[in-house]
């Protein structure tokens, strides 16, 4: 199993940067698939994208591909979301998520284990 705490998040204008973080605890974590998802306020949590255990795959939801890149550190078990050029509608709780599978879900209804979760809000 694998613990997850997402840190991070913030306030920021339009046009700024946040580096988000998800450290795992436990020692399969190097073996899990990792994403990052996202609820913005009153909405279904989304994908927003994900990473191979290795790091050698990636995947990016379409509102965020070229403005976001996730990266992991598998012997600092920490996976990151650098997001440039934020706008408002990334504002939103962003959650990290892991997976044992090997698959790169992009649901969430496929991850089993979750993080509690970072607010971001990026103002106009």
């Known amino acids: 199993q694998v613990q997850l705490v997402e840190s991070g998040g913030g306030l920021v204008q339009a046009g700024g940067s946040l580096r988000l973080s998800c450290a795992a605890s436990?020692?399969?974590?190097?073996?899990?698939?990792m994403a990052w998802f996202r609820q913005p306020p009153g909405k279904e949590r989304e994908f927003v994208a994900c990473?191979?255990?290795?790091?050698?795959?990636?995947r990016y939801a379409d509102a965020v591909k070229g403005r976001f890149t996730i990266s992991r550190d598998n012997p600092k078990n920490t996976v990151y979301l650098q997001m440039n050029n934020l706008i408002p509608e990334d504002t939103a709780e962003y959650y990290c998520?892991?997976?044992?599978?090997?698959?790169?879900?992009?649901?969430?209804?496929?991850?089993?284990?979750w993080g509690q979760g970072t607010q971001v809000t990026v103002s106009s």
């Open positions: 998520a892991g997976d044992p599978t090997g698959v790169m879900w992009l649901t969430p209804y496929k991850y089993d284990y």
């Open positions: 436990g020692r399969t974590f190097s073996s899990y698939d």
């Open positions: 990473i191979s255990w290795s790091g050698g795959s990636t």
